[in-house]
């Protein structure tokens, strides 16, 4: 019999295990995960957009598999018709700035007009993670 501090202990690795395999599962399963459910919920409602197209790209990185940190998005939004791109930006934080604050390590923002869009109606591709620190780059010229 275990005692109630091995329960105790095990139990939250337990969940966290959970919640990282259930991450994966609906990620192969092509279902979204919690974050990535957030942000799209949260740019519709404030940009209308007439195209999100949202990249969950944290496995790329060096994180636990069923991360939600690194994403990439593309806003089509007439919203955007007359503001420079730092303005554009700016919007997409304000709708996320909770999740920037927490769980979203890096957001790369593609935010274009509808004209802008039908010129090049792609999401951009981020490159490789070099991961490591710092520190491993001592040394290095």
């Not at 994966?24 to 957009?49: C, D, F, H, N, T």
Request: net charge positive; charged share 25%; glycine share 8%.
């Amino acid at each position: 019999m275990l005692s109630g501090l091995r329960v105790r202990l095990l139990v939250p690795r337990a969940m966290s295990s959970c919640v990282r395999l259930s991450s994966v599962y609906l990620k192969r399963a092509g279902m979204e995960g919690p974050v990535e459910a957030a942000i799209r919920a949260k740019l519709e409602q404030a940009l209308s957009p007439e195209v999100l197209e949202l990249r969950n790209e944290s496995s790329g990185h060096a994180v636990p598999p069923g991360s939600e940190t690194h994403f990439r998005v593309a806003v089509v939004s007439s919203r955007f018709e007359g503001l420079s791109s730092l303005q554009r930006h700016r919007l997409v934080h304000a709708a996320l700035a909770e999740e920037l604050a927490g769980p979203v390590h890096a957001l790369a923002i593609q935010a274009r007009t509808p004209a802008q869009w039908r010129d090049n109606p792609k999401l951009d591709i981020s490159p490789a993670c070099l991961g490591g620190s710092k520190k491993d780059l001592r040394g290095v010229s």
